[in-house]
Structure formats: C-alpha cells, structure tokens
C-alpha cells in the first residue's frame, strides 16, 4: 500500500496539480477536460473559433479558459497566429485519472 501511495503522490508532483478525489485546483473549471480534449483529439494549432465550435460552451469562455490554459502550460501559444496546441503537461493532465486508475488496479493484483 505504501509503495501505491508514493507512486500517486509522485505522480501528483509530476503533473504539478491534484486530480480526481482529491484537493482541487481553484483555477481549473469544468470547461476546461472538453477543451483538452478536443486540442489533444485534432493535435495540431488550433484557434479559439474552431474550438468553440465542437464544446458546448460560449465563444468568449472558451477563449477566457485557452488563455487561462496556455498560462499554466497546458496549452502552447502559436509565436505569430492567434492558435494554440496541446503541451505535454496538457496531456499528462487528460491522461492522469486514468494513470491513477491503473495504479489501483496494478496494487490490487498483488
């Protein structure tokens, strides 16, 4: 069970948030798994409209929520065009639930 614990919390300081169950990070919104997810899905630069467009949230949030994505690294800026592309940390994000899930069901095999 200790070594569980010690691979999750490695994992939490990775990603450098908290996820799931546990403590909440104040500045990441509801909103914001859909929009991953649809960055992560086209994987290249995206714009703000082309986003909108596929979540079923205003123009003004979703532009309000990339920049607020892209200043915690989860999405990087394009140098010269107003678009934006999943990060790693982005993906390491969508990605940890399910990390944490197969953590608990590698521990319970033992």
């Excluded at 409209?49 to 800026?77: M, W």
Aim: glycine content about 4%.
């Amino acid at each position: 069970m200790f070594d569980l614990i010690s691979r999750i919390t490695a994992l939490k300081r990775a990603l450098g948030v908290w996820i799931g169950v546990h403590r909440r990070v104040e500045w990441l919104k509801p909103a914001d798994k859909p929009i991953l997810l649809e960055f992560r899905a086209y994987g290249k630069w995206m714009t703000p409209p082309t986003i909108y467009v596929n979540v079923e949230y205003a123009d003004g949030y979703v532009r309000k929520r990339i920049n607020a994505l892209a200043a915690h690294d989860f999405l990087e800026r394009h140098p010269e065009k107003n678009a934006f592309r999943i990060t790693d940390r982005g993906r390491q994000y969508l990605d940890a639930d399910a990390q944490l899930l197969d953590l608990l069901e590698t521990d319970d095999e033992k």
